[in-house]
């Protein structure tokens, strides 16, 4: 096998992981948490597998088994989602493909301000769940607010 396969093989078994996960966690208490501690996990896995992340190059859903763990991935998201909404807990007019917009959307803020301190990426997937809250503003955001210097990377002062 080549590399690729090596990396596309290694892709799936993160995605069965999170499929696994998704399947257990429709059978939670609170389906809100649910669907938002899946997200949590899945920003969680892509940070600290940021490396086998970035190795995918940008056609990697032309690969059939990473393809077919997207689509049963994106199946349990959206079974997740009904479930958060039918309990309340989610806006009634979003779907599947807007949570996964923007859980990539913070995937993508992190792995560009990757000095930045992992507690933003939990706060800007609190700002997610609160813009897909049916009650926003329910939970305080976690962390502190960030402030432009928390973007520019350390850089020592030039002598």
Same mark, same amino acid.
Request: charged share 30%; proline share 4%; aromatic share 2%.
């Given at each position: 096998p080549s590399k690729e396969h090596l990396i596309a093989a290694i892709v799936v078994e993160r995605m069965r992981q999170m499929i696994d996960r998704g399947r257990a966690l429709l059978d939670a208490e609170d389906a809100g948490d649910a669907l938002f501690g899946l997200l949590d996990e899945s920003v969680g896995?892509?940070?600290?597998? %940021?490396?086998?992340?970035?190795?995918?190059?940008d056609n990697w859903l032309t690969n059939d088994e990473i393809r077919a763990a997207h689509v049963e991935m994106m199946s349990v998201l959206d079974a997740l989602l009904v479930r958060a909404q039918?309990?309340?807990?989610?806006?009634?007019?979003?779907?599947?493909?807007?949570?996964l917009m923007m859980v990539k959307g913070v995937c993508e803020a992190m792995r560009s301000f990757q000095h930045v301190d992992p507690a933003?990426?939990?706060?800007?997937?609190?700002?997610?769940?609160?813009?897909?809250?049916?009650?926003?503003g329910r939970a305080p955001l %976690?962390? %502190? %607010?960030?402030?432009?210097?928390?973007?520019?990377p350390n850089v020592p002062a030039s002598a």
């Open positions: 896995l892509q940070q600290a597998d %940021r490396a086998l992340f970035d190795a995918l190059d039918a309990a309340g807990a989610v806006r009634d007019d979003v779907g599947a493909v807007d949570v933003v990426g939990a706060r800007q997937l609190d700002l997610v769940r609160a813009a897909l809250s049916a009650s926003p %976690r962390g %502190r %607010r960030p402030a432009l210097e928390d973007l520019e």
